[in-house]
């Protein structure tokens, strides 16, 4: 049985021109784009999309599905809740058109599976496990009252988010750990964080020897290092050891755009969760220290957008809402066309996400056999993009070639 999509007008995001293209799906793969219209056969599921537009599923590149509460330092909540937090979040980005999300600390190996095996209708989920921090680093939420045994469980809801790993040895055994458990990549928390009231912005974490470690346990698994950081020193120091993500990098200035550009690093802007934090954290307990902090970053995260664009860097797509936040995913979208056209921050959440994620040719576009993500749309997003961020105007959901909403 195939499904086939017929005399919409299609999104080619290499060229970022609509084509008209007839869409044929067999199973999860698109096996044909026909110029004229295709004819189905008994048993197949013919969509007219005339007048429509389509678009491949959207991917977010910087998410932590397990997190269930503003407040990482909140106790450490019941694995069995979170899950179950994971799963809402899951099927909720779906439903935005998410079709795919990028985990950077916090989902394992078993969300994944439940969404492979269908037990979980979400996103097609990618995953780096918990990202690693040092002692007293963004990931580390213990209470500075707590001078318990090295290593001990941090007791916070950051715990499925991070762990503690001082030293080579440490770092090294965090990675393998991580990579056996089939991570897609690395995640280190590289700098001082909004999150963490204990650090600050302009703090850098972790040694060379210690980066360098990573590095190669990372190469020897033909993977990558995805960094949270935000000021420029912090940025250079991890495009030194080889970092090829830049996750947030609010404080990006001229010079270090430049060495992130001649290290072919992508840049992960995450704009809306700063946005969200300075007008609801309070309402859920997010810490005053950490509150006080958004001033800065909130307003440069549009500039280091800006900074970027100049310099030829490739953007990504990326969110890191927490909790109740999670409902604003699709908002950043908002933000990023306050500073961009539609289509930049388009191909940002498909074809640039893709290759970050090591995809392309599979996720983030159309074309013959590339999973059969896609979204049809009722008005044209390159002109508004409220075509997205306006369910309603998603008609088709589609991931993997089963649709998850249909309201043609």
């Not at 300075?278 to 900074?307: C, N, T, W």
Request: proline letters at 3%; aromatic letters at 6%.
């Amino acid at each position: 049985m195939k499904t086939i999509i017929n005399n919409g007008q299609v999104l080619n995001v290499h060229t970022s021109q609509y084509e008209k293209k007839n869409i044929v799906i067999e199973s999860d793969k698109i096996t044909g784009l026909a110029d004229s219209p295709v004819t189905g056969e008994k048993g197949d599921v013919v969509i007219d999309a005339a007048g429509k537009y389509i678009i491949p599923g959207l991917i977010d590149a910087h998410v932590h599905i397990t997190s269930a509460t503003v407040d990482l330092a909140t106790p450490q909540l019941p694995i069995t809740y979170t899950t179950c937090c994971a799963a809402k979040n899951l099927a909720d980005a779906l439903l935005r058109g998410f079709t795919t999300m990028r985990d950077v600390g916090g989902a394992d190996f078993g969300l994944a599976m439940a969404v492979n095996n269908g037990m979980v209708k979400g996103s097609r989920l990618f995953y780096c496990g918990r990202a690693l921090s040092q002692t007293g680093g963004h990931g580390d939420f213990r209470a500075m009252t707590y001078d318990g045994e090295y290593g001990a469980p941090m007791q916070s809801s950051a715990t499925t988010i991070g762990q503690i790993a001082d030293g080579v040895t440490e770092v090294r055994r965090a990675c393998r750990s991580e990579l056996r458990k089939n991570a897609s990549f690395i995640k280190i928390m590289a700098a001082g964080g909004v999150a963490s009231p204990d650090d600050r912005l302009t703090d850098t974490q972790f040694s060379g020897e210690e980066l360098t470690a990573i590095y190669e346990e990372a190469q020897a698994k033909s993977t990558y290092i995805a960094a949270h950081v935000l000021s420029p020193k912090a940025i250079q120091i991890c495009l030194k050891y080889g970092v090829r993500s830049i996750e947030h990098g609010n404080l990006l200035d001229e010079e270090t755009a430049v060495m992130m550009k001649e290290k072919g690093a992508y840049l992960i802007p995450t704009i809306i969760t700063y946005d969200a934090l300075a007008r609801r954290g309070a309402d859920y307990q997010f810490p005053e220290e950490s509150i006080k902090k958004l001033g800065s970053v909130r307003v440069q995260a549009l500039e280091a957008v800006k900074i970027a664009r100049r310099h030829g860097i490739k953007i990504g797509f990326g969110t890191d809402l927490l909790g109740p936040l999670w409902e604003e995913q699709i908002n950043e979208f908002t933000l990023r066309s306050t500073i961009e056209k539609p289509i930049d921050t388009i191909i940002s959440a498909t074809k640039i996400n893709a290759e970050v994620l090591n995809q392309s040719g599979n996720l983030g576009e159309i074309s013959e056999q590339a999973f059969a993500d896609i979204l049809i749309l009722g008005k044209d997003p390159l002109k508004e993009i409220t075509a997205i961020t306006d369910n309603r105007n998603i008609q088709v959901i589609m991931k993997a070639g089963t649709i998850y909403k249909n309201t043609l």
